[in-house]
């Protein structure tokens, strides 16, 4: 009876294991699926002499459009500025963090609250910057 019960209790997490697996698979496979036939279909559009519509964003496909945007590299220059930002305060907020939990009474929940007012900070900067994406 135990031996039985030991059993699946080890099968359960291993089926529900391989079971997000196989839907992690199928999931990813479909969405590659859908996407080769979406870009069949703009070629085709495209081959026939139609203007495809835009593909996912209309009114981001008409600012692109109508707007002289910034170079690639200079996308690039302000996406890595920012992802340095950000990275460096998070670091600033861990020192400081470590620094205040060498002190009795503070510990664990000083660490904690000092990350987190450095990811605040971190995400004021990244609001103030005007990119919501990159």
Known sequence: MEDSQGTIALVIPIVA????????????????????????????????????????DPGEFEKVMNSTQPTAASNYRQYRAYKLRSAGITMVAVGLGLWVMMYPSFRVGGFLVVVGLGFLVSGLFERSSGRSEF
């Open 17 to 56: 294991i391989a079971g997000w697996l196989l839907y992690a698979i199928v999931s990813v496979v479909m969405r590659s699926r859908i996407r080769e036939l979406e870009v069949r279909a703009r070629i085709a559009m495209i081959e026939k002499g139609m203007v495809p519509p835009p593909e996912r």
